[in-house]
């Protein structure tokens, strides 16, 4: 009778390679990138988009303006394949001859005009980055009137436009800071700190942190305030941006101010619980 053959035992080479084999069918592949966090698009009360532009200018240029700004979100909704018919044939015709007998003021007329031959003359060739370069125009104009509502409406088309365009969100978010709107603020300059990352723009990355660290001192949460200081801190120092770091060391003393050195909290909490 045949005896059956021993069962060779496996060898520490095989155990490695069984290993090796296991790790790299179930290690994370890299893929894209996690895409940057929404933002929000509407101020508190406000029922559509840019209403407070109504509120700033009356009409006829506060119609022009909110009737621009419509146009503008309804082309960064549609898809490329869609804004061919996206508006009517005779709209760039209707448009400007509301521009011409309306509007006096050509800082704000030349910026208007060129943004209605690019989203109703030729929808689908219009590139995203002259739109928002448009938007910023009129942005700049409203803000030499203290315009806040409508300079803030325009940036966030902007950074629509241009949704990869970190330094459109940071102006945002600090516009909605100044519009007291918080929320929103805290969405775009969250946002604007991702794509910054992305981007690799550090002055934009440096200046979100130090404004989420105004804002959350301003709600006193300190830990959060802290470690964006901190952020911005860092970031000045390695770059020498030294308005950054000295709005950071402000912004810290502040807090030590108002809450306690945490150093001096961790201290004494532990000569507490050692007697």
């Known amino acids: 009778m045949d005896r059956p053959t021993a069962r060779k ?43 407070t532009i109504l509120d700033e ?23 490329p394949a869609e804004r061919t018919g996206l508006f009517s044939g005779d709209a760039l015709r209707g448009r400007l001859a509301m521009l011409m007998a309306h509007l006096v003021d050509p800082d704000l007329r030349a910026p208007l005009v060129r943004l209605g031959f690019l989203l109703l003359g030729k929808p689908a060739k219009a590139e995203a980055k002259r739109v928002a370069a448009e938007c910023r125009r009129v942005v700049e104009w409203a803000e030499r009137r203290a315009a806040l509502g409508t300079a803030l409406a325009f940036a966030q088309a902007a950074a629509l436009a241009a949704p990869a365009d970190a330094a459109l969100a940071l ?19 969250r ?50 941006r030294w308005e950054v770091r000295g709005a950071a060391l402000r912004g810290l003393s502040q807090l030590t101010e108002a809450h306690g050195d945490p150093a001096e909290e961790h201290g004494t909490s532990r000569s507490g619980a050692l007697s």
Not at 202 to 230: K, N, T
């Open 9 to 51: 035992p496996r060898t520490r080479k095989s155990r490695v390679n069984s290993t090796s084999r296991s790790r790299r069918v179930t290690a994370p592949r890299a893929g894209r990138p996690s895409p940057p966090p929404p933002a929000l698009l509407h101020g508190q009360g406000e029922v559509l988009v840019g209403t």
């Open 57 to 79: 200018f009356p009409e006829p240029a506060g119609g022009v303006l909110w009737q621009t700004l419509r146009d503008v979100h309804l082309w960064v909704r549609a898809a």
């Open 171 to 189: 102006e945002t978010g600090i516009l909605a800071v100044a519009r007291g709107e918080e929320a929103r603020a805290e969405s775009w300059l």
């Open 191 to 240: 946002r604007a700190l991702v794509l910054a990352r992305r981007e690799g723009d550090r002055s934009a990355h440096a200046r979100a942190c130090l404004e989420l660290g105004d804002l959350y001192a301003g709600r006193d949460s300190v830990l959060l305030a802290r470690g964006f200081y901190l952020r911005a801190l860092g970031q000045g120092r390695r770059k020498g």
